[in-house]
């Protein structure tokens, strides 16, 4: 062993690595202001493209819709021949408002369909968006079947529902049968009738419509009374008494009467309400001159 320690070899360690030029440290602080400031740009390029999407969406007149952009059809197999009229009544309805602006994509069709059928004499209503700016609004009209007198003439379609009030001299109250002994409280056009009574009545109207289409233009009243029993008046006094049964049910051997015995208006009354007979009273022969 050599005696000298000082003189043993000393260990080696790696030399530590020169410090980094000047140049080098501003080349990696701008490649780091570089990359900041790329993805800075990117997102103000995508804050831009979104204010200006929502820009183009909301407040361009590309999706805006107006009074000739509204398109209004009305069911042709239900035609009231009134259909001028409810197309200038149900366009304010459709006019845009604070929340929406015109603008087709914000509109709420349900809202505006709820809006339409708030008209009386509106029975159901769709409505279709078509981008990018029209609206299109199909609606089914309530047709009057059968009259009430209750503060003036009050026409009523199947559904009960109030469409308008007549004059005593509106050519319309000959068109419909009056419909008798039905208690209302206060109506206006667009309220629906809560009644049983009334709506058997109109329940017997439809079914002699559909049934007996000539015996149909005849009628000039059905009478409901306490019971809600029912009564066809014709226009010449013959009473054809259904009682208060489904008039449905009645109507075949009414028909069968008819064939056995001839028209109704040789008759007083003919009487429904039985099952195995139908009493009837034929008038009395007119008195010769």
């Not at 900041?36 to 820009?55: D, E, H, P, Q």
């Not at 197309?87 to 339409?116: A, F, M, S, T, Y």
């Not at 226009?235 to 009645?250: D, E, L, V």
Request: net charge positive.
């Amino acid at each position: 062993m050599f005696p000298f320690g000082f003189l043993r070899r000393r260990r080696r360690f790696p030399k530590p690595a020169p410090p980094l030029r000047a140049g080098a440290r501003l080349l990696r602080l701008m490649l780091r202001l570089f990359l900041l400031a790329f993805f800075m740009g990117i997102l103000v390029l995508l804050a831009w493209f979104a204010l200006s999407l929502y820009r183009f969406m909301f407040k361009s007149p590309y999706f805006e819709y107006d009074s000739d952009r509204i398109s209004i059809r009305f069911d042709e197999s239900n035609a009231t021949g009134e259909e001028s009229a409810i197309r200038l009544q149900i366009l304010p309805r459709l006019r845009w408002k604070k929340q929406d602006r015109g603008n087709l994509l914000k509109l709420d069709i349900e809202e505006v369909r709820k809006e339409i059928e708030n008209h009386p004499k509106v029975r159901t209503a769709g409505v279709r968006k078509i981008y990018p700016n029209t609206l299109e609004v199909e609606i089914t009209q309530r047709r009057p079947v059968a009259l009430l007198i209750h503060d003036g003439i009050l026409a009523v379609d199947m559904d009960g529902v109030v469409v308008e009030t007549l004059g005593t001299r509106d050519p319309k109250s000959l068109l419909y049968p009056f419909v008798t002994g039905v208690e209302t409280g206060k109506l206006d056009p667009g309220s629906r009738i809560q009644s049983e009574s009334l709506t058997k009545a109109l329940q017997l109207i439809l079914c002699v419509k559909d049934k007996a289409p000539a015996l149909f233009q005849k009628i000039s009243e059905v009478h409901c009374d306490k019971e809600r029993n029912l009564t066809l008046v014709l226009k010449g006094g013959t009473q054809i008494r259904f009682g208060g049964a489904n008039p449905i049910t009645r109507m075949p051997k009414l028909e069968t009467f008819f064939k056995e015995m001839g028209p109704p208006e040789q008759f007083e009354y003919i009487d429904l309400r039985f099952d195995d007979q139908v009493p009837a009273m034929p008038k009395p022969p007119a008195a010769s001159p």
